[in-house]
C-alpha cells in the first residue's frame, strides 16, 4: 500500500470511488466492494484490507478478498457473526475504530496466529443494502499512525455511496427487464395501443397502431393532436380522458384512409404511477371496419 498523504490521498481515493461507480454497468456486489476495498486501502494509507460475506445460514463471516495478507491463510479462519472486531461490527452494524487492537477486548488475536500478520490499529465498516448487513471491509495498519475519526467518516461515506450505486444499479437492471418484456407484449398485441403523457405528447405507440391508423413516421414524443391529425377523434378521446379522468368502454369512431370510410372500437384507460399520480392516458383500439358491414 502506498503512504496516506492527507487530504489529498482522500480526495484522489473520492475521485477515483467516483470513476467506479459512474462506470458501474452491473450490479456485480463482489466485484464492486473488491474495488472499494482497494480504493479505501489507498486512501487511508492501510497496510492491509480485508472484504468478508456474511453468511446468513451460519451466521459467520467468511473472507472474501484480501490484499496485504495471505488471503488463503485469512480464508481458513471462520470468524462467527459477533466475534473479533469483524463479528462486532456484523452484530452491532456500527463501524468501529481500534487504534490499539491488543488492547481492546473485542479483538481476536488467533487470526495474526493463522496469517503470520501484525494487527495494529483497524478501521471496519459494515456493508449494507437498505437495512441489511451484506458484508464488512476490515483495514488494517495505518501507515505512520493510526486510523482517525475522519477516515472513518471518510470510509462511511465511500460505502455509503457504492451502496446506493448498487441498489440503483439493481434497480435499472429490473426496469430494463420489466420494460423489454412489456415493450415485448406491445409488439406482438394484435391490437392498437397508444399512450400520451400529462402534457398530451405521444409516449408509445405499438406496431399495430401504426398499421391501423396508417402511421408511416415516428410520432413518439410529438403532441397526440398533430401526430393524429388525420384520426382526430380517436386524439380527442385520449386528451378528453386526460383532462376529466373519466375512461371509457367499447366506444366506436368513424374516420377516412385514403378515400375509404373506417370504424374503430376503442376503449380509454388511466396511466398512474405507484402512488396513484396520473401520468398520462392509453387507448387500446381495433378496426372494426368489416364488422359493421
Not at 461507480?21 to 472499494?36: H, M, N, S, T
Not at 406482438?188 to 399495430?208: E, Q, R, S
Not at 410520432?219 to 384520426?231: G, M, T
Not at 378515400?259 to 399520480?277: F, M, V
Request: glycine share 8%; charged share 20%.
Amino acid at each position: 500500500m502506498t503512504p496516506n498523504t492527507g487530504p489529498e490521498s482522500l480526495l484522489q481515493g473520492f475521485y477515483g470511488v467516483l470513476d467506479i461507480l459512474v462506470g458501474l454497468r452491473e450490479a456485480d456486489e463482489d466485484k464492486l466492494w473488491i474495488r472499494i476495498a482497494d480504493k479505501l486501502a489507498v486512501a487511508l494509507g492501510a497496510e492491509a484490507v480485508s472484504y468478508f460475506v456474511v453468511v446468513p445460514k451460519s451466521r459467520q463471516l467468511m473472507a472474501h478478498y484480501a490484499m496485504g495478507v495471505d488471503p488463503n491463510k485469512l480464508s481458513t479462519v471462520p470468524i462467527e457473526v459477533g466475534q473479533g472486531i469483524c463479528g462486532w461490527v456484523a452484530r452491532h452494524g456500527e463501524a468501529a475504530l481500534v487504534q490499539d487492537a491488543y488492547a481492546d477486548p473485542r479483538f481476536l488475536p488467533d487470526v495474526d496466529k493463522v496469517t503470520g500478520f501484525l494487527t495494529k490499529s483497524i478501521l471496519c465498516l459494515p456493508i449494507f443494502d437498505r437495512l441489511e448487513l451484506d458484508g464488512v471491509i476490515e483495514l488494517v495498519n495505518k501507515t505512520g499512525g493510526v486510523f482517525t475519526k475522519e477516515d472513518l467518516y471518510f470510509g462511511q461515506s465511500i460505502c455509503r455511496m457504492a451502496s446506493m450505486a448498487l441498489r440503483t444499479q439493481r434497480m435499472e437492471t429490473a426496469l430494463n427487464k420489466v420494460t423489454a418484456y412489456n415493450a415485448s407484449i406491445l409488439e406482438n398485441l394484435t391490437g392498437g395501443f397508444l399512450a400520451v403523457d400529462i402534457h398530451g405528447k405521444v409516449m408509445i405507440c405499438n406496431p399495430a397502431a401504426k398499421r391501423i391508423l396508417d402511421i408511416k413516421a415516428e410520432i413518439v414524443n410529438s403532441p397526440v393532436d398533430q401526430a393524429l391529425s388525420h384520426v382526430a377523434p380517436l386524439a380527442e378521446a385520449l386528451m378528453k380522458t386526460l383532462s376529466s379522468r373519466q375512461t371509457v368502454k367499447r366506444q366506436e369512431l368513424s374516420w377516412s384512409s385514403e378515400g375509404k370510410s373506417r370504424l374503430l372500437g376503442y376503449s380509454t384507460l388511466l396511466i398512474q404511477d405507484p402512488r396513484g399520480n396520473l401520468t398520462g392516458t392509453g387507448v387500446t383500439f381495433q378496426d372494426i371496419t368489416a364488422l359493421s358491414r
